[in-house]
Structure formats: C-alpha cells, structure tokens
C-alpha cells in the first residue's frame, strides 16, 4: 500500500505535534512543509526530514507527488485554502474550526462537495478514548433519554498566546475566542453524541484577563435541542491555573463523567456499558485523527469528522455569539444535518 503523501501548511506548533505524530503513521510521509516565513519552513523541513520547502502555497498545490494537504493556519485562510486545494485535486485535512463562522462554512461546502476530493477537519476529541467511549454510550441509548449536559473547559492561556500569533487577537481573523478555539472541541463531542438538532441559544462572553484584545477569553452558552435536552457550557483561557476539562451527560438511566485528567477518562454511574472498541490505534487522539484521515482516504474507511460534520457546531457557535452581542435569545433556524 502507497502511503499519502502529505503536505503541512503552517509551520507553527500545532503542526509541529502533527508532524511528531505522523512518525508513528508509516502510511504518511510528509513530503512538503509550506510558511509565509522561510526560514521558519527550513527550520521546520530541517526538524522534520521534510525534502520540499515552499513559502508559495499554489507551487506546492502544483506538485504531483503530492495527495493531500494539512492545513495549520489562521482560520481567516481556512476557506480560500482549502477551495484552492481541491480546485488543484488535493485532499485536505484541515484544523478546526472549518471557518469563522457558519454562513462562512456552508459557502465552504457547497463550494467543495462533490468535488472528488475529501475534506476532512480535525476535531480530534472525537478520537480521544474517553470522549468516544461517551459518545458511544449515549448514541446506544445507555443513559436513556438525555435531558441535560454540562461542559467545563478551564484552560489558561498567557500573554504570549496573543502576542506570538497577532491573530489571535483578531475577532475578523479568528471569528472568535476561546468558545470557537477551546471550548467548540468539546462541543462538537457534546453535540456527537446527542444526534439532535439545536433549536435555540442564550449567550454570555467576557474579557476577564485580556483586555486589550478583540476576542473573549470567557464564555457562557445554553443550548435547547430539539427533544427538550439543554447544554451547558463554560468556556475560558483565563484560568489562574489550567484545570480538567469536564463533560457531563445526565439522563434518566444514569449520568456519565468525562474528564481529560489524569488521562482521558469516562465514569458511568448508574449503568454499565459494554466496552467499546475505538476506532483507531494510537498514543494520542491528534493521531488517531490523522490515522482515521488516512484511511478515508487511501482506503475509502469513514473518518469521523468529514466537512458536513463541522457545521452543527459552528452554527450553535455563531448562534452563542450573536446571543451575547444582543442579549437576547436566538434561534437557530436555517441549521440542516
């Protein structure tokens, strides 16, 4: 079997973590890095035994020994990148969130779908043990029917997350906080799970610790769906101290614990599900990730989280967002699964 040959766009530190784990992938060869600064690419191709540098993103696109592209980039890039992507006939894996917003993400798909190409976007938590054993869990009715789940992301960001990487800053290059950076990861867990469409959404952010940046580093949502569950979630990058992320689903059968630490983790009380087998082999859930990209498409397996999979929760996202611009409640009205 060939394995894909795969080029890293953005040579910052989450493609530094891609490009470690995909040593333990022998089905992926990284065979170009690409960054506006050069030698920062050098430096990155050096690191990694990477054979072809470029700061041109359309003289990679035009090479043929290429099959697919990870993008680790501003999100304000995510879309024109990935459209000139699959206009050259590569694949893309793309970091979350797909685009700032969700008009922005479904322009995005129905300008790439159908395209012949897969468009993959890493919402990696979907491959963390813990998060899936849940996920599972819920989806197989153990819990019964779910009426609410709680989400806590207590995460600590300090003053050079902001000035190392200006558009973080940004609210019209990021589209937005620590909701759409952090907490949407485990959102999008959250939201897996359920299977159900949201109807609703009351929203709060704040700049507690940054002041002098556009974006919020707390946020604060409630999410109705369709059958009446509610969702809770905190969201922050100003914790003193960086504590366990936290999902809690409580149903009529029992409730379900996830946390991140010590290690990824999920606690039932009241049932016992069955073990469940995870999809993917690895040391981490970025690689199981990029495992499942792989595989969907050198061998046409499922991944998990495919282009039309990143909408429903950009859509609660925007939705939190323009709640707390107007202090109203807002429905969530033009959202198809």
């Not at 006939?89 to 479904?106: A, F, M």
């Not at 029917?145 to 600590?156: G, Q």
């Not at 973080?168 to 299977?195: K, N």
């Not at 990029?290 to 429903?312: K, M, R």
Request: contains cysteine; charged residues 20%.
């Amino acid at each position: 079997m060939q394995p894909l040959k795969l080029g890293l766009v953005g040579c910052g530190d989450i493609a530094g973590y891609t490009a470690l784990l995909s040593k333990l992938v022998p089905r992926v060869r990284l065979v170009a890095c690409c960054d506006i600064n050069r030698q920062r690419a050098e430096q990155f191709a050096r690191r990694f035994r990477i054979p072809m540098v470029f700061t041109d993103y359309d003289q990679l696109l035009s090479q043929s020994n290429l099959d697919a592209v990870y993008l680790a980039v501003p999100h304000h890039l995510h879309a024109p990148m990935v459209k000139k992507a699959v206009a050259a006939g590569k694949h893309v894996w793309v970091e979350k969130p797909l685009t700032r917003t969700y008009p922005e993400g479904i322009d995005l798909y129905s300008t790439v779908q159908d395209n012949g190409v897969k468009v993959g976007v890493n919402y990696q938590y979907r491959y963390d043990p813990g998060c899936f054993r849940l996920a599972q869990a819920i989806q197989q009715g153990y819990l019964g029917d779910v009426f609410h789940v709680r989400i806590n992301v207590p995460w600590s960001r300090q003053e050079t997350y902001f000035s190392g990487a200006a558009w973080h800053a940004s609210f019209e290059q990021s589209g937005g906080g620590t909701l759409l950076t952090q907490g949407s990861h485990f959102l999008d867990v959250a939201m897996w799970a359920l299977q159900q469409r949201p109807i609703s959404t009351e929203g709060i952010t704040r700049q507690v610790k940054f002041k002098d940046v556009e974006v919020e580093d707390q946020a604060l949502g409630l999410v109705t769906f369709e059958k009446g569950t509610t969702l809770q979630i905190h969201s922050t990058m100003s914790a003193a101290v960086e504590g366990a992320v936290s999902i809690e689903f409580y149903g009529e059968k029992g409730t379900a614990h996830y946390s991140n630490r010590p290690f990824p983790n999920v606690r039932f009380l009241g049932v016992k599900p069955h073990a469940f087998r995870l999809p993917r082999f690895g040391v981490h859930a970025l690689q199981r990730s990029l495992i499942g990209f792989c595989d969907w498409v050198i061998n046409d397996i499922s991944y998990l989280t495919p282009i039309d999979q990143a909408l429903p929760v950009l859509a609660v996202v925007d939705s939190i967002y323009q709640s707390a611009l107007s202090e109203k409640k807002v429905k969530i009205s033009d959202l198809t699964f």
